[in-house]
């Protein structure tokens, strides 16, 4: 069974088109990245996948099973938006036994334990969430969203306005949490340095469209974002080897940083541009392949397909 089943969605809010017949799927255990800009309908997705928004045409199926009938199904869900869902008056300890008691989970003390100390939080559990940190709340949030042992996870923006080192804890808890308790994630986020370093697959949405659905190693492999990172032996053949990429047919785009090149090939190989570099008797120290980050990959497929 797939854990999320989107099947061609559309959502006008009067004129304005925000998905324009959208489909995916996610794997049982699978971390999904769903990228866009802002008003890109990422938020009007999440909202008719939760059966919290109705869509115009087409189907959002959690575990089998839509969201928008089936109310014992959403207790298989567990959602952190931006708003952590916490109370701060109240201890963490105080917060997470009133989530639980709703849920109605039979071993909450158990599992609170275990999630506390599993995050760090134990030495302040009985702290008032209002004199936590950003990053500590945030944690807390996702322990408030995984209480009842959800099979999908949702999480809106979850390392927004956190440090390098609060988004950190968040990226290793959810990658915990994926391989631990065999969870499905479904990530929601503009930080695309922390969507590449954990989830298996992204999709870009854009003008209410997925432009670009695959792993992310995929999306790196793609022909035209080949690149390679050239360092020559001596510094005065750079010249020599700015004419000889301004002249190669493949090359989309070359930066020098002293005797190196990053070389961006639209088609063709590195190893028949290294030739072209070698036979115009230009020495070669080394050449390293590179991947382009999925940002790069991400605003190259918008500038491409934005228009569609």
Do not use: W
């Amino acid at each position: 069974m797939k854990a999320l089943e989107i099947k061609d969605l559309k959502k006008d809010f009067g004129k304005n088109k925000v998905l324009s017949g959208i489909s995916f799927e996610v794997e049982e255990g699978e971390i999904f990245g769903f990228l866009g800009p802002n008003g890109a309908g990422k938020t009007t997705t999440m909202r008719i996948i939760l059966g919290l928004l109705k869509p115009d045409e087409g189907e959002a199926l959690v575990m089998g099973h839509s969201l928008d009938t089936d109310d014992a199904a959403r207790a298989g869900v567990g959602v952190l938006f931006e708003n952590n869902g916490l109370y701060d008056k109240l201890t963490a300890l105080e917060n997470l036994d009133y989530y639980a008691d709703l849920y109605g989970i039979e071993d909450k003390e158990e599992r609170i334990s275990y999630l506390l100390q599993l995050t760090g939080l134990s030495g302040r559990k009985d702290d008032q969430v209002g004199t936590f940190s950003t990053g500590m709340k945030r944690k807390l949030g996702i322990v408030r969203a995984i209480l009842h042992r959800p099979d999908v996870l949702f999480l809106d923006e979850p390392t927004a306005s956190l440090d390098p080192e609060a988004q950190k804890m968040v990226r290793d808890l959810i990658l915990h949490l994926s391989e631990a308790e065999s969870m499905t994630v479904f990530f929601n986020s503009h930080n695309l340095s922390e969507v590449q370093k954990i989830c298996s697959r992204v999709a870009i949405l854009h003008n209410g469209r997925i432009k670009a659905l695959d792993t992310v190693e995929n999306l790196q492999s793609d022909a035209g974002r080949t690149g390679v990172r050239i360092t020559l032996c001596d510094l005065a053949d750079t010249a020599k080897a700015e004419s000889v990429l301004k002249d190669a047919g493949d090359v989309s785009e070359f930066v020098f940083d002293g005797n190196s090149v990053s070389v961006t090939l639209a088609t063709g190989s590195a190893s028949s541009l290294i030739e072209k570099l070698v036979m115009s008797g230009i020495s070669i120290e080394e050449a390293v392949s590179e991947k382009h980050s999925l940002e790069e990959i991400y605003m190259e497929t918008i500038k491409e397909r934005g228009g569609e």
